[in-house]
């Protein structure tokens, strides 16, 4: 309850004026936090090699948070701490995937991938072009191993990693999208509300897994 108004929270702040600053700085990353509270009460966090890649990418994820919502252009540095947050996630998700055979939902997702990197190529830097590209590349890794994960291996909690990197995913592409090709209105609510969602279900996938 408390992540789900912090996070509600956080959206409504950004609309508003003229407090958004204060009370964005202090809901956004604070809701993070209460997400890696949630992703370390198992207590599973020294002895599985699963939690302790989530939790440390939801500590990443904080770093991000942090860099993005800061005045001023440090998205570079936001890009990279969300990048290590995936390649943490990674980690957590290769452990669990099943072993052998090509993931076919690398696929559809490399498909996506693409397409968004084709329509965000025109108005990327070029210093950002290289950056993008491994985003991307990383990020996709990440959901194909979640998804491949939950097929292979069905269950509750891989069921809640997916969706919660597929969420991850989306956010991702819509806050690419509004900040470099079409920003559109609601874009804030659409972009965090996805983000928290899919984070949390992450998060939530340590103790259903602890509970197995």
Do not use: E
Not at 82 to 108: E, Q
Not at 146 to 169: E, P, Y
Not at 177 to 205: C, E, K, N, T, V
């Amino acid at each position: 309850m408390a992540i789900l108004l912090s996070a509600s929270l956080t959206i409504a702040a950004h609309y508003l004026r003229p407090n958004r600053p204060t009370l964005f700085y202090i809901f956004k990353p604070l809701t993070t936090i209460l997400i890696l509270v949630a992703a370390l009460l198992p207590g599973t966090f020294l002895t599985d090699p699963y939690a302790r890649a989530i939790g440390l990418g939801l500590l990443f994820s904080l770093f991000g948070d942090i860099w993005l919502m800061l005045p001023g252009n440090r998205f570079l540095f936001g890009l990279v701490s969300f990048l290590l947050a995936h390649i943490c996630y990674i980690f957590a998700f290769l452990a669990g995937a099943p072993a052998g055979g090509f993931p076919w939902p690398v696929l559809p997702l490399l498909l996506i991938g693409a397409s968004l990197l084709v329509y965000l190529w025109p108005a990327l830097s070029a210093s950002l072009k290289a950056a993008v590209s491994l985003y991307v590349a990383v990020i996709v890794a990440m959901v194909a191993l979640a998804v491949t994960r939950a097929i292979g291996r069905f269950s509750i909690d891989t069921l809640f990693a997916a969706i919660g990197a597929l969420l991850f995913l989306a956010s991702d592409a819509m806050l690419a999208i509004d900040r470099f090709r079409r920003p559109f209105r609601l874009a804030q609510a659409a972009i965090l509300g996805s983000y928290f969602i899919g984070q949390l279900m992450i998060a939530l996938s340590i103790g259903l897994l602890a509970s197995r």
